[in-house]
């Protein structure tokens, strides 16, 4: 089979989830927003509301379409995502120069990820301008990332809290950014006028996430914590309210493979995607001699595994015997064809033998090239030994 029905036979079989397709956005598409920090954004859009009470949603500064991909995803069926931003031809009216987007390319990225944008609205005047009025109601998140200044960022947060429906989340940028002092000024003014008004629940990735009140509010933060037992964090106060204060990657907690915004699956809780079974649990080999195990390979999830060199294959860990990784990436031996859920397949995996004599270990594994290997999903591994003379 040539590259290009190989290409196309992986095509067909399986396709990257959104948030997989959104973390390689990041290689390419300028801008100052985490990748953390948008799956922090879907998990308390899914903790404040259930699909059918999200409304819309509105960013104030979206340069060139980075954290608007993520934002657009928050919305509700059938409702309208707000973009607002001064661009590159309206740059005298940027007082406080914090950014210079680029409509074109903005333009570009969202349509790659949104083919039909007739649920955008783009609005190129400085958010002091507007009204509650000219914008609208029922907003249940809002991203502030726009003017810096402390009047700007005052603005912004009276704005966004005028449109948000009760229970809204209003995401504020840089608030503890020392680059940025206004940030901090114009949100700790906001509060000192309106007392209650906001509370803070989570500050992480260079943003702070701001919930509205409602009656009967539930504990959105014990949710939180409750859905990711094993993730680092802190508690502590801000504005007299309690705020969890998170820095570790929240990805490693969050099956991107399998997830959507809408939902997460916890890291590890898929199920087997795979299965492998050698036919030796102990090898000899002389030192960087090149030798072969065969591995019966068993497709154990419900699709097709994608297929082609350089897309899909077997591969293998080398450990020491401790069991600490001495190299990660080695040869693959790649799926010509495809492997259909259920169906399995014997393998000869390539292995080359270290240089130094000892005693070592290969844990078998499954990679699809750029994307994942099957352990970073939770999928079990096997081990056999290796031992150079």
């Known amino acids: 089979m040539d590259s290009g029905a190989q290409r196309l ?77 001064l661009f590159d031809d309206q740059q005298d009216k940027n007082v406080s120069s914090s950014g210079c987007g680029d409509r074109r390319r903005f333009d570009n990225n969202m349509r790659e990820f949104y083919a039909d944008a007739d649920f955008m609205r783009v609005i190129t005047r400085p958010s002091s301008e507007l009204t509650p009025s000219e914008l609208g109601s029922g907003f249940t998140f809002s991203h502030i990332d726009g003017g ?150 068993e497709n154990a999830s419900s699709e097709a595994f994608p297929t082609g060199e350089g897309v899909f294959g077997l591969s293998y860990h080398l450990l020491d015997d401790s069991g600490t990784v001495l190299v990660h990436d080695n040869p693959r031996t790649w799926f010509s064809t495809a492997l259909l859920p259920g169906d399995h397949r014997l393998l000869q995996l390539a292995v080359t033998a270290p240089t130094q004599p000892g005693q070592y270990q290969l844990e078998v594994d499954l990679v699809w090239e750029g994307v994942m290997w099957f352990k970073e999903v939770g999928n079990p591994t096997t081990k056999v030994r290796l031992s150079v003379a």
């Open 9 to 85: 036979a992986y095509n067909r079989n399986v396709q990257l989830s959104f948030l997989q397709r959104y973390l390689q956005s990041f290689h390419r598409i300028e801008g100052w927003f985490d990748y953390d920090a948008a799956l922090l954004f879907m998990k308390y859009n899914q903790l404040a509301f259930d699909s059918a009470a999200l409304g819309n949603v509105l960013e104030i500064g979206v340069h060139h379409g980075l954290s608007t991909i993520a934002i657009a995803a928050l919305r509700g069926p059938g409702k309208q995502l707000t973009a607002i931003d």
């Open 148 to 297: 810096h200044s402390p009047e700007e960022v005052y603005n912004d947060l009276k704005l966004c809290y005028d449109v948000t429906t009760e229970g809204g989340l209003i995401a504020l940028d840089d608030y503890f950014n020392p680059e940025h002092p206004g940030v901090c000024e114009g949100a700790v003014e906001f509060a000192l006028r309106h007392p209650g008004w906001l509370r803070p629940l989570i500050a992480g990735y260079n943003k702070i996430l701001f919930q509205k009140p409602r009656v009967h509010s539930p504990d959105i933060n014990a949710s939180f914590r409750q859905a990711f037992p094993g993730l680092e964090y802190k508690n502590v106060k801000m504005w007299k309210s309690p705020v969890i204060l998170i820095g570790t990657p929240l990805r490693e907690h969050i099956d991107l493979y399998a997830s959507t915004p809408e939902q997460f699956v916890p890291f590890g809780t898929s199920g087997v995607r795979a299965r492998f079974t050698p036919t030796t649990e102990k090898l000899r080999a002389g030192s960087r001699q090149k030798i072969h195990v065969e591995v019966k390979v």
